[in-house]
């Protein structure tokens, strides 16, 4: 039996937390493999992705609080050592709470996955040197989600040792809401429907894309409406982007959604405009549904995005480029073969079954 831990800090709504489940998911779908997801955090199953856990994967917490702790340091240690582990996977900022486990720990190995920049994930000369000498004595292996993110390890890191498994997800299902949507948002509109799922944050970068789709709309005839749908990370934010909005009909905020599937597959396209992107799985889940994607060019994004072949990508992040991908995409000839190939790069790349095999590999699984 292959024991496989992955840690992480917690599964709030998130690209790297949604994967992580999915991963552990379809890991434990092999039955020579035992797969325990370890949150330091509880989980409130309203706010979070706990309830999506499969029956077949061993759900652990260790109901952590703010900052660090030592009691979670020990107790997690202690639980390791207990369940014999052969794999331990983390993720985030989970990486320092095997620090006692991994010097008891001699044929256990170790894996930790970058989901963002390098630097972004490890500020701070004290991390970054401890991370480095674990990474560079093999003692921990590196996984990076995109060949940008590769970049961005080795130039932070000065090291070459690390792995590119891209993130996935499965096949997605429409809820009891698609019609009642459909109903809502696609019969006698006339606008192009264009969708955008992220939190309300800073790195998602939402200003310009409302400013992007306000100045389309004052250019052109027929107009695009946007949804913006994320939960609130960043109150003062929201703020400003409402005042923004102000009384826009064409721009409306939902907040979190739990049947994302839904709404990309109602429609047009769906729009990133992040100041930088890992490799997000919002854009997996569009490629998922052949919903045609507007994106910036930054981050992960760029490996994932070939321009009028599988979306359209802007030049830079200036409103007036965004602004001309938007225009770019809505009235393209060639969106019938856009939408199957975003369809056939999720099948070939970014299914939770690819991802799966890669890691099962890269723990030298049976």
Not at 50 to 61: F, G, H, L
Not at 292 to 318: E, P, R, W, Y
Request: proline share 2%; net charge neutral; charged share 25%.
């Amino acid at each position: 039996m292959n024991k496989i831990a992955h840690i992480i800090g917690s599964l709030e709504r998130g690209g790297a937390e949604r994967f992580v489940v999915d991963l552990c998911n379809e890991l434990a779908e092999n039955e020579q493999n035992e797969v325990y997801l370890v949150s330091l955090f509880d989980n409130h199953p309203d706010t979070t992705f706990v309830t999506e856990i499969s029956t077949k994967v061993n759900y652990v917490s260790f109901d952590k609080t703010p900052g660090f702790s030592l009691r979670v340091l020990l107790e997690l240690s202690s639980w390791l050592v207990a369940q014999d582990i052969q794999v331990v996977h983390t993720h985030l900022n989970a990486l320092e709470y095997l620090m006692l486990y991994r010097l008891k720990k001699k044929n256990t190995r170790f894996f930790h996955t970058i989901h963002s920049t390098a630097e972004a994930e490890c500020p701070g000369f004290f991390l970054k040197s401890f991370r480095k000498n674990l990474y560079k004595r093999n003692l921990i292996t590196p996984i990076v989600v995109s060949n940008d993110g590769s970049e961005s390890f080795r130039k932070y890191y000065g090291l070459d040792n690390d792995l590119v498994i891209e993130n996935g997800r499965p096949f997605l299902t429409k809820t009891e809401e698609y019609p009642k949507l459909v109903s809502k948002y696609k019969e006698d509109q006339d606008a192009f429907l264009l969708i955008h799922v992220g939190r309300i944050i800073k790195v998602k970068n939402q200003q310009l894309l409302i400013e992007a789709v306000q100045k389309f709309n004052r250019r052109e005839a027929q107009k695009c409406r946007l949804l913006i749908i994320g939960e609130v990370r960043d109150e003062l934010l929201y703020q400003k982007l409402l005042a923004l909005v102000a009384d826009d009909q064409y721009i409306e905020f939902l907040g979190g959604k739990e049947n994302i599937v839904d709404y990309l597959s109602i429609a047009d396209f769906f729009c990133l405009s992040s100041f930088y992107e890992g490799m997000p799985i919002s854009l997996i889940e569009a490629l998922s549904v052949g919903c045609i994607s507007i994106c910036t060019a930054v981050g992960g994004i760029q490996n994932m995005i070939n321009h009028k072949d599988t979306g359209f990508l802007s030049q830079d992040n200036s409103v007036d480029s965004y602004y001309r991908a938007i225009k770019e995409a809505v009235f393209s000839q060639d969106k019938s073969r856009i939408r199957e190939n975003s369809k056939n790069a999720f099948r070939s790349k970014y299914h939770i079954g690819a991802a799966e095999k890669k890691h099962s590999l890269a723990y030298k699984l049976a």
